[in-house]
Nanobody
Framework: VQLQASGGGLVQAGGSLRLSCAASAVTPNMGWFRQAPGKEREFVSGIAWRGGTYYTDSVKGRFTISRDNARSTVYLQMDSLKPEDTAVYYC??????????????WGQGTLVTISS
């Protein structure tokens, strides 16, 4: 499976971005991770084929994950962005969503920078 992530950019705190991840094949469970400078990669959000969603606590109420199965695309709508959301965001095929366990298929990463 090949994953193509897009949608990153530079926005001010309080702004919004929408990330997209297009997959080359049907993937039941998908997720988003992020890695900030000097920190480990962390789980952000995941979504099951039928739409069940999972979020890490720090983004609950601000981020919304969704998917378009016909387009094999997963989205991450990010609102009320904070400087601490600055990171490279990666989409991934997931082995499990709870607890989150990624598979071996990752997108190339898209940089999100939030200015204060």
């Amino acid at each position: 499976v090949q994953l193509q992530a897009s949608g990153g950019g530079l926005v001010q705190a309080g702004g919004s971005l929408r990330l997209s991840c297009a997959a080359s094949a049907v993937t039941p469970n998908m997720g988003w991770f992020r890695q900030a400078p000097g920190k480990e990669r962390e789980f952000v959000s995941g979504i099951a084929w039928r739409g069940g969603t999972y979020y890490t606590d720090s983004v609950k109420g601000r981020f919304t994950i969704s998917r378009d199965n016909a387009r094999s695309t997963v989205y991450l709508q990010m609102d009320s962005l904070k400087p601490e959301d600055t990171a490279v965001y990666y989409c991934a095929v997931m082995k499990r969503l709870s607890p989150p366990v990624p598979d071996d298929f990752w997108g190339q990463g898209t940089l999100v920078t939030i200015s204060s």
